[in-house]
């Protein structure tokens, strides 16, 4: 087992990863920028280095710091949590290379997946189901135009370096077509550096469900079921839960054997997500692998009782999974809010700033995966995700009304969050019915009613008022009756009266 591991990340992630460790009894080393120098993760633990700048290509994108501390701080291995250098594979090849062992799968696998286009012709190859859509990348207009007029619009044109929805494109219609193409290759290229496309045919109505995988070096491979990740705003996930409301436990079934059969095409070992769309008859495509640990992988932690992050590094230090396909069983139901920095009455613009007063939420069935502490500042150059909120119940209602429960009981003050979007969400009808697909926000969404805000200061002008009234009663009952005497305490004194009146 290792002694000691790098974690590769920051927020949540890194708090999650260092937990993990502790209870296998394993040291931690953490790194931070110089916006990160008081996080969360920096304060749990047990060494931690400074990597750099704020901006995250200045410190933690940049391989050879992370090797260099890798190899100051004498660890066995490297944890990278999701984003940043999680999905590189150049970065998994130089942790073989300097002898230090990544928490992950295979630089080959990480290659062959991450490239849409070659995963695709691998899909296809290992038997499993793709929508229909060009069998590589598009040379030309005249060339997408063709595979578009085939397959019939709508269309989604993609970056095959893509993910988080940038260099995305649905076109309705052929004349549309042209400039889709210019603006999708344009953002890709800024945002991948690698502006190659590809086409599919749209689905419509579609449902975004994903199966948790894991594999050990002994060649198992196992599903640890379904994610449910319909609810998203410009293709960014916002709430995900389990089981999903819309496929049944056949279908279930069928996904969870192809996606042991696509991880198994690519040898895959560690944690990974096979992503499927389903549409509106339950027919489901493979849409993409994430070759790495989700930011929603707490809930399938929640019905099943297996710590992924904790079987990723007994995986990545070659041993057997603990477990097999038999002893995976779904219990109960999970669903996660993502708590994020920002403002939903406003177009949802990002809300940095300092965490006045932080309470969060807690009771039977209720978890919080959170980086941040009151009088944590929120920096604007990160995600500005607070915490994970996740709610377990015996069924999908159960599951539902504590979530509610949970939102209310969130008390967070110095920023504004998207908690009362959470509301709106697990109030909404259609939500509670299971009866939505990925345009659900885009549909119903049409903003939140302003005239909450005034409300919400006022009752926390009130809250203070009265907690400062407190403090001066408090204040009060001291000075008139502390005395040197331990049997004349002021809480002895108080109880006295308190007992006089009754």
Not at 20 to 31: D, K, M, N
Not at 426 to 438: E, S
Request: a neutral charge.
């Amino acid at each position: 087992m290792f002694k000691r591991i790098l974690i590769a990340n920051r927020g949540e992630i890194a708090v999650r990863v260092i937990r993990a460790c502790r209870e296998l009894g394993i040291e931690t080393v953490a790194v931070y920028s110089e916006a990160d120098r008081t996080a969360l993760h920096v304060k749990q633990a047990d060494y931690a280095y400074h990597v750099g700048p704020p901006p995250s290509a200045e410190s933690y994108l940049v391989i050879d710091k992370i090797l260099h501390v890798a190899r100051e701080a004498h660890v066995d291995a490297i944890h990278p949590g999701y984003g940043f250098l999680s999905e590189r594979a150049l970065f998994a090849r130089r942790c073989q290379e300097a002898g230090i062992v990544f928490i992950g799968p295979t630089p080959d696998a990480i290659e062959r997946m991450g490239d849409k286009v070659a995963a695709r012709a691998l899909m296809r190859a290992a038997k499993v189901p793709v929508v229909p859509g060009s069998d590589g990348t598009i040379a030309s207009e005249e060339e997408v135009i063709s595979i578009c007029r085939q397959i019939g619009f709508p269309v989604m044109l993609k970056a095959a370096a893509g993910g988080g929805g940038k260099g995305m494109r649905m076109v309705a219609r052929e004349a549309d077509l042209a400039a889709a193409v210019r603006g999708a290759r344009s953002e890709a290229r800024s945002s991948f550096g690698d502006d190659r496309m590809y086409v599919e045919k749209f689905v419509t109505q579609p449902r975004h469900v994903e199966i948790q995988v894991m594999a050990d070096t002994h060649g198992n491979t196992v599903h640890l079921y379904e994610r449910e990740c319909s609810i998203q705003r410009r293709h960014q996930k916002v709430v995900e839960e389990t089981p999903s409301p819309a496929i049944t436990q056949e279908i279930r079934e069928q996904m969870g054997a192809v996606a042991v059969q696509a991880a198994q095409a690519v040898n895959y070992v560690g944690a990974g997500t096979i992503e499927f769309l389903v549409d509106a008859a339950r027919n489901f495509y493979f849409l993409e692998m994430n070759t790495r640990i989700q930011v929603e992988h707490a809930i399938t932690e929640m019905v099943t009782g297996i710590d992924l992050v904790k079987t990723q590094i007994l995986v990545a230090a070659g041993a057997p999974l603990p477990f097999t396909q038999r002893d995976i069983v779904q219990s109960g139901h999970a669903i996660e809010c993502r708590i994020y920095a920002e403002d939903p009455y406003n177009k949802f613009f990002p809300s940095p700033g300092q965490i006045d007063f932080l309470q969060t939420p807690g009771g039977i069935g209720i978890r919080d995966d959170s980086g941040v502490y009151e009088g944590y500042e929120v920096s604007l150059y990160y995600d500005p995700m607070i915490s994970k909120l996740i709610a377990w119940g015996r069924t999908r209602e159960e599951a539902i009304q504590r979530m509610r429960r949970a939102l209310d009981e969130y008390r967070i003050h110095g920023l504004t969050t998207n908690l009362a979007f959470h509301r709106w969400i697990l109030l909404h009808p259609r939500f509670l019915a299971g009866d939505f697909d990925t345009n659900f926000i885009a549909e119903e969404f049409h903003g939140l009613v302003d005239g909450d805000r005034p409300r919400l200061r006022e009752a926390a002008l009130a809250a203070a008022a009265i907690a400062e009234r407190h403090r001066e009663r408090e204040r009060s009952l001291l000075i008139t009756t502390a005395t040197p005497s331990a049997a004349q305490s002021a809480w002895r004194q108080a109880a006295r009266r308190g007992a006089l009146r009754d």
